[in-house]
């Protein structure tokens, strides 16, 4: 729970399959993996605009996809990822590629998963998101498995 690693290499060499192993998107075609059935993974995608339902709006995306809250729980979690006020009632189609990565981000983070994968989580952010992802990194009481090629960032969250 405390570790924070990170997954460097080449474009093409297989980081972001062997993430989706891990979580279990993907099937071995050999060999074996072992995991804690009360295991709780979430991962947020290098194309984590595949995770969104364009059409509806961050809020109603939080309704159906994690139905039982109150619309004020979920506002207050978009809320704290920067989808405030009316952000979190425009379809997602019409947020900025910055914007939609703080969605993916809440999505990923609503059960408060044990382990967070990240799979180049820097794309589409500027450098004071990129400053605010490391912070919440850093904060994070579960582990943190990283592919990226931001230096900066490895080098500040990942031991």
């Known amino acids: 729970m405390e ?3 990170a997954i460097v290499g080449a474009n093409g060499v297989g980081k972001s399959t ?4 891990l979580v279990g998107e993907l099937s071995l075609v050999s060999g074996n993996s072992y995991r804690n059935g009360r295991l709780s993974l979430s991962m947020f995608t ?4 595949d ?9 109603e995306q939080f309704m159906v996809d994690f139905p039982g809250s109150t ?6 979690h978009l809320g704290s990822f920067g989808m405030t006020g009316t952000l979190a009632l425009r379809p997602n189609y019409l947020l900025s590629g910055g914007q939609k990565s703080r969605v993916a981000f809440a999505l990923a983070m609503w059960k408060n998963p044990h382990i967070l994968v990240l799979d180049e989580p ?14 919440a990194l850093n904060n994070y009481q579960g582990g943190v498995i990283i592919v990226s090629h931001d230096q900066h960032l490895i ?3 990942c031991d």
């Open 51 to 59: 995770q969104l339902k364009l059409h509806l709006s961050p809020l």
């Open 46 to 49: 290098q194309h984590h605009t």
């Open 122 to 135: 820097t794309n589409h952010l500027d450098i004071d998101a990129v400053n605010a992802l490391i912070i």
């Open 71 to 76: 619309q004020e729980t979920y506002r207050s």
């Open 155 to 157: 080098s500040t969250v």
């Open 18 to 21: 062997l993430l989706k192993l």
């Open 3 to 5: 570790s924070r690693i």
